[in-house]
């Protein structure tokens, strides 16, 4: 069973920055796409952030491009989401996800999930 640890959430005024990591065991690291969702109260898990296994290639949702970096370190098993210039609409809760498919629609419906970890932007 994978395993996932979200940290690096919490308040931060708008404008800020913060730095999520998500943790990985039990399982084959670099195998693997790894992406960041996000989700509201009453809404669905939307895309945010998504590292293919191998080399530079990423993917981000509209709303966070150029605002928003993934990356990752296979030797530490561990995925980043760097969040800078926070707007109060960035407010969600932050999911990490593990997927042997590239694509973020693959990866929302087959992928294994963390915890979550609370992201909230203060006006």
């Known amino acids: 069973q994978v395993q996932l640890v979200e940290s690096g959430g919490g308040l931060v005024q708008a404008g800020g920055s913060l730095r999520l990591s998500c943790a990985a065991s039990?399982?084959?690291?670099?195998?693997?796409?790894m992406a960041w969702f996000r989700q509201t109260q009453g809404r669905e898990r939307e895309f945010v952030a998504l590292?293919?296994?191998?080399?530079?290639?990423?993917y981000y949702g509209d709303y966070v491009t150029g605002r928003f970096t993934i990356s990752r370190d296979n030797a530490k098993n561990t995925v980043y989401l760097q969040m800078n210039s926070l707007k109060p609409e960035d407010t969600a809760v932050y999911y990490c996800?593990?997927?042997?498919?590239?694509?973020?629609?693959?990866?929302?419906?087959?992928?294994?999930w963390g915890q979550g970890t609370q992201v909230t932007v203060s006006s």
């Open positions: 996800c593990v997927s042997p498919y590239t694509d973020y629609e693959r990866a929302l419906r087959f992928g294994s």
């Open positions: 590292h293919k296994w191998s080399g530079s290639s990423t």
């Open positions: 039990r399982l084959t690291f670099s195998n693997y796409a």
